[in-house]
Structures are given as structure tokens and as C-alpha cells.
């Protein structure tokens, strides 16, 4: 949090867990920038949801300035951390892109009018997408090169995404050029995303982080990154503007830019 803001939503699937993450924003003095902090449901494979919130933010608000990519789901364990059943790689597929790619991009595909609508040249909006070195490119030549294309659309990125899950769930992936990891795709997805939107949207300033392995629920806080470590690029780019000014379609490490 950063002097200045305004209104913060959160959207978290679990309302209690989001009512202790909105505790936590405002007892943090001198951080919160005396933002009011609403939560709001919202699940990435939720589509109704994903409706809801957006009519609430442009009833409410009528513009965005910060779209957070943050939420995501990690098979580092095949049971979660005993939270499911055990689950095959071929079955961790469709699960892992429908969250992290497929629902991250409707969330952003709902939310860009009002992003749209907040722009300025003094005062971009952004969308900040937090990814993963998980994601760092990879696999056969034909893969990377239709994923770094200048040329590349959502359309053929949605295309490109279901064919992993597709091949993953025939156990082929390996043989057709895709890395041995759903999270892995997944990012790089995502990243590809920040890429082509940065291209699409020149108004916006949208890039991708890396927040590092952070000690949090989705890895049983094995992580040796504090969350507060984690999330400070992310903060950089959605509440500042980096030493340079504006940057858009990159991809950030610890408050820098790096190489995909």
C-alpha cells in the first residue's frame, strides 16, 4: 500500500480469509495511506463472479486505476497439501490453466473498460500480473517462438494454452514440445498475455512479476520469501512509475526488469 490510494478491492473466493487480509491492510500504520478497503467474492472460474464484480466496480466506482493478477493454483503437492484428493499430472492440466490462464485473462477482459476508462498520459492505469520465474520460457523452439511472437493474439495464445491440456491429458506433452510442468505453462501464458495486451492496450501499463518463492498457502509456507519481499515489485508497478517512466510488456524481479 502507497500514500494516495483510494479504494482497495479485494477479491478473494473465501470472504472470511479476504475480512483478515482487509484487517491486516488496516492496521498497518502509515502503509494503508488511509485507503478504504472493501472485499468482494470473486473466483477466477466463476464467471457470475467475475460479472458481479465488475458491475459492482463500475456502479460504485465507474473507473479502475490497479488490476492485480494475483490469485493462482500450484500442484506442488498432487494433494495441495492434503486440501484434495490426489491428483495426476494429466488431471492437474485443465484445473491449473482454467485458474491461472483462462481465469485470469476473463478477469482482465471484464475489467479493461474500466481500466480504459481511468487512463491518462499523466496517470496510466496498469495491470500487474504476478507470474513466476516457473514461467521463464522454455520447451521445444516451435513452443517459444509462437509464444514470443510478435504477431501473437489472445485468440492464438487461448489456442495455443488449450492444446497444453489437451496433450497433457493424452500424456503427450513432452513429445510435442511442451515442458514437463501445468504451473510452468501456465505463467508462461500468462506472461505472453502481459506481452500481447501491452501491445493491444498502449494507454495501460501492464507487465508481469516474478515475486520470487514466497512463504505463503499455496507451497505449506516452505517459501523463503517473505510475502512483504514478494509483493514490493508488484507495488512498485501498481502505484509508481518505474525510474524510466513508463514501461509496459515487461517482465520484473525484485523491483528490476529481467529477460523472459
Not at 465507474?62 to 498432487?78: Q, S, T
Not at 494429466?90 to 491449473?96: F, K, S
Request: aromatic share 6%.
Amino acid at each position: 500500500m502507497m500514500p494516495g490510494m483510494g479504494t482497495v478491492i479485494i477479491g478473494c473466493r473465501t470472504q472470511q480469509l479476504g475480512e483478515v487480509a482487509a484487517a491486516e491492510i488496516r492496521g498497518t500504520r502509515g502503509r494503508s495511506g488511509g485507503a478504504n478497503v472493501v472485499v468482494k467474492r470473486l473466483d477466477l472460474t466463476d464467471a457470475e463472479s467475475i460479472a458481479e464484480l465488475q458491475e459492482y466496480l463500475a456502479t460504485s466506482l465507474g473507473r479502475l486505476d490497479v488490476l492485480v493478477n494475483n490469485a493462482a493454483v500450484c500442484f506442488n503437492d498432487p494433494t495441495l497439501y492434503g486440501k484434495v484428493p490426489h491428483t495426476p499430472f494429466a488431471a492437474q492440466a485443465g484445473v491449473t490453466l482454467d485458474t491461472n490462464f483462462f481465469g485470469t485473462l476473463a478477469v482482465t477482459r471484464a475489467m479493461l473498460p474500466l481500466l480504459r476508462a481511468s487512463t491518462s498520459p499523466d496517470s496510466p492505469s496498469r495491470i500487474v500480473n504476478v507470474a513466476s520465474a516457473a514461467g521463464r520460457l522454455r520447451g521445444s523452439r516451435d513452443k517459444t517462438n509462437a509464444l514470443t511472437s510478435d504477431a501473437l493474439t489472445v485468440p492464438v495464445l487461448e489456442d495455443l494454452m488449450r492444446d497444453f491440456v489437451k496433450d497433457a491429458e493424452a500424456g503427450v506433452h513432452e513429445a510435442r514440445g511442451w515442458p514437463n510442468t501445468c504451473y510452468g505453462v501456465s505463467k508462461m501464458g500468462v506472461i505472453a498475455l502481459t506481452r500481447v495486451l501491452a501491445r493491444d492496450e498502449p494507454g495501460i501499463m501492464v507487465n508481469a512479476v516474478d515475486p520470487g518463492y514466497c512463504k505463503t498457502d499455496q507451497n505449506a509456507n516452505q517459501g523463503p520469501v517473505s510475502p512483504e519481499r514478494g509483493a514490493e515489485t508488484a507495488a512498485m508497478l501498481a502505484a509508481a512509475l518505474p525510474a524510466a517512466g513508463f514501461k509496459s510488456g515487461g517482465f520484473w524481479y525484485e523491483e528490476k526488469e529481467i529477460s523472459w
